[in-house]
């Protein structure tokens, strides 16, 4: 798994999220002497909570990972763990997003990338329970990027976003704009009434594995080609 965070060290990973506490408190500590100063009081009350939303992934997720309460099927596709008979399967986070994400390539190639990353996590997980003989199970995600075709041809249903997962985006507003704006390559403003929930079954997902895995493939040649057409045409101005 290509997951820049995960190659490092314990000390090298250990330094990054001091670095990011610092960096965090540091804003917090200038926003809260500015609100003081100019008695614009929302403006800590905001500072804080917008703060901690956008580092949280970068502690939460390796955390999780750890204790095996997220488990990573590829770089930018993670689910938790079944529980009362369903799987929830999550896009990569923010972290993820950055240490994974090349930022050479341009908004188009990154989002085929992700969506590649989730087919490919897609097909790992299928893999993983039919192998394992996994009783049939429900499969549920949330996400912004994939669009209703591409869920629909991979045996995803669409059904209604539930309030508290609308909270939750909410809160994580600026955490999710940011993620957003690395997946398009440019400041770009997600409409959350745009996100949309997927169910399926564990079996209709192994009865069109083979199509995921060739959407996959064709993906992966796509996204190759384009990048090596981009070094191609950069080595003429060399």
């Given amino acids: 798994m290509k997951h820049k965070f995960y190659i490092k060290s314990k000390k090298e990973r250990n330094q990054i999220q001091v670095w990011i506490g610092i960096i965090a408190f540091t804003l917090i500590l200038i926003f809260l002497v500015i609100s003081w100063k100019t008695e614009t009081?929302?403006?800590?009350?905001?500072?804080?909570?917008?703060?901690?939303?956008?580092?949280?992934?970068?502690?939460?997720?390796?955390?999780?990972?750890?204790?095996?309460?997220?488990?990573?099927?590829?770089?930018?596709?993670?689910?938790?763990?079944?529980?009362?008979?369903?799987?929830?399967?999550?896009?990569?986070?923010?972290?993820?997003?950055?240490?994974?994400?090349?930022?050479?390539?341009?908004?188009?190639?990154?989002?085929?990338?992700?969506?590649?990353?989730?087919?490919?996590?897609?097909?790992?997980?299928?893999?993983?329970?039919?192998?394992?003989?996994?009783?049939?199970?429900?499969?549920?995600?949330?996400?912004?990027?994939?669009?209703?075709?591409?869920?629909?041809?991979?045996?995803?249903?669409?059904?209604?976003?539930?309030?508290?997962?609308?909270?939750?985006l909410i809160y994580n507003y600026f955490n999710v704009l940011i993620a957003y704006s690395i997946a398009k390559g440019k400041l770009s403003f997600p409409n959350l009434n745009e996100t949309k929930t997927f169910v399926t079954t564990l079996n209709d997902l192994i009865e069109r594995k083979e199509f995921i895995g060739t959407l996959n493939e064709k993906l992966k040649n796509t996204i190759t080609n384009k990048v090596q057409a981009n070094m191609d045409e950069s080595d003429k101005f060399k």
């Fill in 41 to 168: 009081y929302l403006l800590a009350i905001l500072t804080i909570p917008i703060t901690l939303s956008i580092i949280a992934p970068f502690f939460d997720t390796p955390s999780l990972k750890k204790s095996g309460g997220l488990i990573y099927y590829s770089p930018l596709f993670l689910s938790e763990k079944p529980k009362n008979g369903l799987i929830k399967i999550h896009g990569g986070t923010l972290f993820d997003y950055v240490f994974v994400i090349d930022l050479k390539l341009n908004g188009k190639q990154r989002t085929n990338f992700i969506i590649q990353q989730y087919l490919e996590g897609l097909l790992n997980l299928i893999e993983e329970k039919e192998n394992n003989n996994c009783e049939n199970i429900n499969v549920r995600g949330t996400s912004y990027i994939i669009n209703d075709r591409t869920a629909q041809r991979m045996g995803f249903t669409i059904v209604k976003t539930d309030y508290i997962q609308k909270l939750i």
